[in-house]
């Protein structure tokens, strides 16, 4: 299955999205600066720990993954990209992120501004209220 390659615009964009509207991301920086295949986000808060960081991937074919990390005891991600057995658009849950964790998302939308912007405001609901049930609300922002 063919997902396209890593696109260095809709990055681009992911990374003004995320600092002009989520002050608790304090780093944004690229894997690799000339031939960027992943942006990373550093956040001041997080879930289960002090600090998180969402490393976002956007290819051509629109095709993305948001994964959350806070170590190896804290993952989640919302991904499209095609699956048999689910939807491609899909959330694999904490605290693992595997594989058989995934789940349909309660992100619909397509758009790099309006996924980045769900997935920070999903978290943000998440850090404020504790609950990990937030991160897969009935009506996302």
Known sequence: MDTGTPDPRMLSTARTIAED??????TVTFDDPLDPETLHLHTDAGIR??????????????????????????NYRYDRHPRIDLPDEHFHEPPAAGHDDAV????????????????????RDTVESGDVDQLQQPDPP
């Open 49 to 74: 720990a002090d600090t998180g960081r969402f490393d976002i991937t956007w290819t051509t074919k629109h095709y993305y993954k948001y994964h959350y990390t806070e170590g190896p005891t804290f």
């Open 104 to 123: 349909p998302s309660c992100i619909d939308v397509e758009t790099v501004r309006l996924v980045t912007l769900a997935v920070l405001q999903l978290w």
């Open 21 to 26: 509207s989520e002050p608790l991301v304090t």
